[in-house]
């Protein structure tokens, strides 16, 4: 009986050795693995300086609106026949990954691998190794361009009779199936959809001489890149007053002006050649169409007077909510004389700033915008109570300053910060972004594999490279 129940512990032992070998082999060792606390979110793997990469993507899984765009476009991938190639679509790599991150993906694990992201970064042609130090502004132009590239590839027109579909959309899907004695393939409008990051910007240039203004230009942005202007001493600097510096104006010498050069033209005698009259152009930029996301990224990269790169360390004031509106450009309508020298005469009285906050600018300061591929914009018929510069207390919303006929039309709240520790040669970003659900108040500290819980005050402390905001109903007036 002894020798029995010894081989039947013996049995026992065996049994329970082969189980914990299977559970280490299929999950690893019980200590290494972690699960996922309650209310947060995965955390990324640090591949080798990736840490770019890992706080970019944790700031798009914050945008609910982005995911949902990818999920529209990566439908059209959904056919058997496709599925063998998915892996090699950005958008459906980059879909799965943000899904992970925002926590509509069933896993329990607590850091994720990326590494899938840069090995379709590669099939696409950017080569971005995990070993150098690269920058998160960077990369997100890189996903934005590829995805507009990819986005190009897709067949516009699927089918001949598409075109009258197109042109007709009352006629259904099923009418057209009878006509050609059989189903068609169904007409994909995802190449119709720009991504929500995508915005336009205008420019124009008006004469000084003659106060001829050339067509408005347009150009497209997926970011806008903002300088911080010189502080003033005693004054905090602000979001307001990078995007006020933004659309200033700027007078551009030496352009020839059509218009001045036909006012001389008719004044000579015909036959004689007259010479293009040059004078100095005011130019202007403003947001022609701003966009559901918006990322705005602050240039903290200077250079000294010997062209060494130094990193500004500045703190820039934002805020939860973002009020767009004075920074929309509208086209203008027509006005008498005495409109618009009354119009003239109340901004020639309206402050710059007020109280080291950033107002409504002048004329002179607003028409005329900045750099050489950004574009237009005539004065804002907006109120200065629309300025984002009335949202300074941290986590309000100030009801009061917007009545119910003058609610901001274009708001934005804010959704994820990037932050970047350390200096031009080297350094470390981390994320604050807002914790998965529409009404979360819940804001997330990430430091590539590390997740904690943070707060609202500690977001607003930060020292912001890239700022993540997504459109919200103005009108709605939301609450803090």
């Not at 130019?283 to 169409?289: E, I, P, S, V």
């Not at 559901?292 to 130094?310: A, E, K, M, V």
């Not at 020298?341 to 028409?367: F, H, I, M, V």
């Amino acid at each position: 009986g002894r020798h029995r129940a010894m081989r039947s512990w013996g049995v026992l032992g065996g049994a329970a050795a082969a189980l914990a070998a299977g559970i280490y082999v299929l999950w690893g060792p019980i200590t290494g693995r972690k699960r996922r606390r309650r209310g947060l979110v995965p955390g990324l793997l640090n591949l080798g300086n990736t840490c770019f990469m890992n706080s970019l993507l944790q700031g798009l899984s914050s945008c609910p609106s982005f995911i949902r765009w990818l999920e529209e476009f990566t439908a059209q991938y959904r056919t058997e026949q496709e599925k063998p190639r998915e892996h090699q679509y950005l958008s459906v790599t980059l879909l799965q990954l943000l899904r992970a991150l925002s926590c509509q993906e069933v896993t329990e694990d607590d850091v994720l691998d990326a590494s899938c992201l840069l090995e379709v970064l590669r099939m696409n042609r950017w080569q971005i190794s995990s070993f150098e130090e690269q920058d998160a502004h960077e990369l997100f132009h890189v996903l934005t361009s590829s995805l507009e590239d990819e986005r190009d590839r897709q067949p516009r027109v699927t089918h001949l009779f598409d075109v009258h579909s197109l042109e007709q959309p009352e006629i259904t899907q099923k009418q057209i199936s009878c006509r050609t004695r059989g189903s068609l393939p169904p007409v994909s409008h995802h190449w119709k959809s720009q991504h929500p990051f995508h915005g336009r910007l205008t420019s124009n240039m008006v004469c000084k001489h003659c106060e001829h203004q050339s067509p408005v230009r347009f150009d497209t942005f997926d970011s806008l890149s903002l300088s911080i202007p010189a502080a003033v001493w005693g004054r905090p600097m602000t979001l307001d007053h990078c995007l006020h510096h933004f659309i200033s104006s700027e007078s551009v010498k030496d352009v020839v002006c059509d218009n001045c050069t036909k006012i001389q033209a008719e004044g000579i005698l015909n036959g004689q050649s007259i010479e293009n009259q040059r004078t100095t152009f005011v130019k202007q930029l403003k947001l022609g169409k701003l966009p559901q996301c918006l990322c705005i990224h602050l240039q903290r990269l200077s250079w000294s007077n010997q062209g060494t790169p130094l990193k500004r360390h500045e703190h820039v004031q934002f805020n939860e909510f973002l009020v767009m509106d004075i920074y929309k450009y509208r086209v203008p309508g027509p006005k008498s004389s005495q409109e618009q020298l009354s119009r003239k005469n109340s901004e020639e009285t309206t402050p710059g700033t007020k109280d080291g906050r950033a107002g409504k600018p002048s004329d002179a300061e607003q028409p005329a915008g900045i750099k050489p591929l950004l574009m237009n914009g005539a004065s804002s018929s907006s109120s200065s109570s629309s300025s984002s510069s009335f949202l300074m207390s941290p986590g309000t919303f100030p009801l009061a300053a917007f009545p119910e006929c003058r609610a901001p039309l274009y708001l934005y709240r804010l959704m994820a910060v990037v932050v970047h520790h350390g200096d031009m040669h080297s350094g470390h970003f981390v994320t604050f972004r807002r914790a998965p659900g529409a009404r979360s108040t819940q804001w997330l500290w990430i430091s590539d594999e590390s997740v904690r819980r943070a707060s609202l005050h500690e977001v607003l402390a930060a020292s912001a490279y890239l700022l993540f905001y997504e459109r919200v109903h103005g009108r709605a007036r939301p609450q803090s």
